[in-house]
Structure formats: structure tokens, C-alpha cells
């Protein structure tokens, strides 16, 4: 099993990362000094695969499992569903010192995590990601919440978890399209601090696809320990932690224009990443040929570097104003200057972005 640490003080806590681990959570619990009673979050395809095994480890660590089972997919992060769980928790008892267990992808880790953070204030929160995109960023840092109407993570908090399991084995029953997801965000990382880790992905893309072993190992560890540096320099995205969204200001824009329902998070952030390396090189800030990695790199993996034609300039751009970097209505946007670096612009024009997103379409 491979521990990469998190230091943020009293904060800090490990991610754990191995094959056939779930079953060490009760041992890892143990020594937590948590209640008695746990609330367990997941979706009924998840709890149907892992339920059991993660229920039993529990037990063996004197942990009695609630089950709090939530629809599939990202209509289900919001405020009723989340108070449908804090009914839950407290008609079966669950006090201040009782953990929330994220088990599943992003919606699950992000309501489990909102959930852990409000009911009575902040009880302890575990996050046992199943999905590539959860393992390698959602349940890493702290960000945990729900949607708005309006707009995606509108209403959150930054509260780090305890602990993080990683099972590479859950990763082996997954979509094709939910690994494509998480190489996204992997892509990314590669992206914004580490030009080594992307010309790694460049020749190891076919052993991620083909879920071989040792590449996904590599690439989980490495995404972790970057998105850990990150988080450890800025806890709560007062500057340097926004380069970690990259491809967001756009994949958010599409997300929400197409309901939540038409692209998976990764290639939406996928397109993202691609209208950012086009915007970069329009810029004058990224030479043509690294624009032209990041590019490839993202079809390679199956995601789309084009945004979806039913949308035009003005409408995705009106939603990118929304988003949660934008200050005093100036859009601010994360854009690589190099293959392994970003920079945060804070005042991005309108003309800019519409002409970057007529080229992308
Ligand atoms: O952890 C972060 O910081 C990120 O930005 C990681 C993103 O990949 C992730 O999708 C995050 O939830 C987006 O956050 P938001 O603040 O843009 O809602
Ligand atoms: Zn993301």
C-alpha cells in the first residue's frame, strides 16, 4: 500500500492507494477514536458491489454501518438530497463523533463530504473513491458540495477528510467512459506543475486505457502527490490553488448549458483544457507545438477537444461569467504557458474568449 501525505497541520491526513484495500478500512478506523456509528454514503450500483466488503471491515474495526444509498449522477448533489441524510443520520443516533463515508464517485464524495461538514457542525469525514476521477482528484483537498440551479458547486465548504482509500481494484468494473473521465483530470495535472509526468502520459496513454496495473498505480500516486503539493500551498484557493482548474471555466459552462447530462465531467473539463491551450497560443503565451501536445493528448484519450456546436460564443461565454474565479465580473482563466506550467489571468477580455471559442467549435 502506498501512503502519499497531506500536511495541512492539524488538518493533515494520508491517502492510501493499493490493490484489494477496502478491506483494510476497519483497521485504519481503529485508530481514529471516531463513534460507534457510521454514516455510509453511496449509490445503489456501488453499494451493491462494495457494500458488503466495506461493511464488514467496519465491523471488525466496532463500526456499525448506516446506509445512506443516493441516486446516480449529478442531479442528485443537492440541498433535498442532502437533508434526506441528515434526517437519516439523526433518526438512527449519529453523533458529532460518528464519521461520514463517501463510497463512490464525485457526487457521492462531494454530498458526503457537505453532508459531514454541516450536520451539527463538522463530524469526521472518510472518503473511499471508486471512480479514476474521484482517486486521482474529487476526494483529495477538501472541496466538498452541492449544486445550485444556477451553477455547479455553488453551495460547498473546504473540509479535508481523515482519510482517503484508494482500491485500484474498483477501477477494473469501471465504463470506459469513466475512465476517459478521470484521465482528464490526470492530463491536467500533467498540465500545470509536471512536464515529466505529461511526456510519461504521452507514452503510457495505452496502458492507462488498457487498465494496466503498474501505469494506473503510477498515475493515481503522481496525481495525488501533485494535487497534495497544491492543496498544501493554499488550503482554500486564495491564489495559487485555482491553477487545479484548468479546463473548469469552460467544462463548467458546458456542464451546466447541457444539464448535467450529456458530457461526463472529464470531457467537458477535456474541451476545457483544449480551448485553453488554443486561447494560451492566441495569446501569444504558449508556442504552437505545446499547444499541440495538450491537444493531442486529450483526443488520444478519447475525450473531445471540441465544444458541442448547439451553443454559441455569447451563450458559453454569459455562463463563464458566473463562475467562482471571476471577481467584480472580470473572468479570470487558468492557461498553460508551457507543457508542466499555467498561469492565472485575472482579467481575460470578451473579445479574447469568443474568438478562442468561435475556433473551437
Ligand atoms: O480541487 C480543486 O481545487 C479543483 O479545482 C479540482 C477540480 O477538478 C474539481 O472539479 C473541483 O470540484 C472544481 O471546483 P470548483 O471550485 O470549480 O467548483
Ligand atoms: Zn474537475
Not at 6 to 29: A, T
Not at 60 to 74: N, Q, R, S
Not at 153 to 172: C, H, M, R
Not at 190 to 211: K, M, R, T
Request: net charge negative.
Amino acid at each position: 500500500m502506498i501512503t502519499v501525505p497531506v500536511n495541512l497541520d492539524k488538518r493533515s491526513y494520508s491517502i492510501y492507494i493499493g490493490s484489494g484495500i477496502l478491506n483494510c478500512l476497519g483497521d485504519l478506523i481503529k485508530g481514529l477514536n471516531f463513534g460507534k456509528k457510521a454514516l455510509l454514503v453511496s449509490n445503489p450500483a456501488v453499494y451493491q458491489r462494495y457494500g458488503e466488503i466495506v461493511e464488514k471491515s467496519l465491523a471488525g474495526g466496532g463500526v456499525e454501518v448506516i446506509a445512506g444509498e443516493i441516486g446516480d449522477g449529478e442531479e442528485y448533489k443537492t440541498l433535498d438530497v442532502a437533508a434526506g441524510l441528515y434526517d437519516l443520520a439523526f433518526s438512527c443516533g449519529l453523533d458529532r463523533r460518528c464519521p461520514v463515508i463517501a463510497l463512490g464517485g464525485g457526487v457521492v464524495g462531494d454530498l458526503a463530504g457537505f453532508i459531514a461538514a454541516t450536520y451539527m457542525r463538522g463530524v469526521p469525514f472518510i472518503q473511499v473513491p471508486t471512480t479514476l476521477l474521484a482517486q486521482v482528484d474529487s476526494s483529495v483537498g477538501g472541496k466538498v458540495a452541492v449544486n445550485h440551479p444556477r451553477g455547479k458547486n455553488i453551495i460547498g465548504a473546504f473540509y479535508q477528510p481523515a482519510l482517503v482509500l484508494a482500491d485500484l481494484e474498483t477501477l477494473k468494473t469501471l465504463p470506459a467512459a469513466e475512465i476517459k473521465s478521470g484521465l482528464a483530470e490526470i492530463i491536467k495535472y500533467g498540465v500545470i506543475s509536471d512536464g515529466g509526468f505529461f511526456a510519461w502520459l504521452e507514452e503510457n496513454l495505452g496502458q492507462l486505457l488498457g487498465l494496466r496495473a503498474a501505469a494506473m498505480e503510477h498515475a493515481v500516486e503522481t496525481s495525488c502527490r501533485i494535487k497534495a503539493e497544491v492543496v498544501e500551498a493554499d488550503e482554500t484557493e486564495q491564489g495559487l490553488r485555482a491553477v487545479l482548474n484548468l479546463g473548469h471555466t469552460v467544462g463548467h459552462a458546458v456542464e451546466a448549458l447541457t444539464g448535467y447530462k450529456v458530457f461526463s465531467h472529464g470531457e467537458a473539463v477535456g474541451m476545457g483544457m483544449a480551448v485553453a491551450a488554443r486561447m494560451a497560443l492566441r495569446m501569444g503565451m504558449l508556442p504552437e507545438k505545446e499547444a499541440g501536445r495538450i491537444i493531442s493528448l486529450i483526443e488520444r484519450a478519447g475525450l473531445p477537444a471540441a465544444l458541442p456546436a448547439d451553443f454559441t460564443p455569447d451563450e458559453i461565454l454569459e455562463v463563464m461569467r458566473r463562475d467562482k474565479k471571476s471577481l467584480e465580473g472580470r473572468l479570470t482563466m487558468v492557461l498553460p504557458a508551457a507543457v508542466g506550467q499555467v498561469r492565472i489571468i485575472a482579467d481575460v477580455t470578451g473579445e479574447t474568449v469568443k474568438k478562442t471559442l468561435e475556433t473551437s467549435i
